[in-house]
């Protein structure tokens, strides 16, 4: 599902909110986590999972083409740890096509 489904998905589901609207809000609520983020703040959202940031330590890595020894730094890198309900619906859903039922 990319960003544009989504703001299509919220239109239909909602009529009385126009697709600008629904652009909008589509726009803010992604800028507000993504600045959280950018912080360090943690994202939780019950039913659904957490985002955090994780630190990766700097290590040493190789040219593949060289052998050469190269230094990797520190990076700060966003991870999303879904929630159990999310982990369920989806294993169940999963398990409905693999079955050949349909949801």
């Given at each position: 599902?990319?960003?544009?489904d989504l703001v299509e998905e919220l239109a239909a589901r909602f009529p009385q909110l126009a697709h600008r609207d629904a652009e909008f809000a589509v726009k803010?609520?992604?800028d507000a986590m993504s600045e959280a983020m950018v912080k360090g703040h943690?994202?939780?959202?019950?039913g659904f999972g957490s985002f955090s940031v994780n630190r990766r330590p700097p290590r040493m890595g190789r040219n593949p083409r060289s052998g050469e020894a190269v230094a990797i730094p520190?990076?700060?890198v966003p991870h999303f740890k879904p929630g159990k309900a999310l982990r369920e619906a989806v294993d169940v859903r999963t398990q409905?096509?693999?079955?050949?039922n349909t949801p």
């Open positions: 599902m990319t960003r544009s803010a609520l992604l943690r994202i939780e959202l019950r520190e990076k700060r409905q096509l693999l079955k050949g």
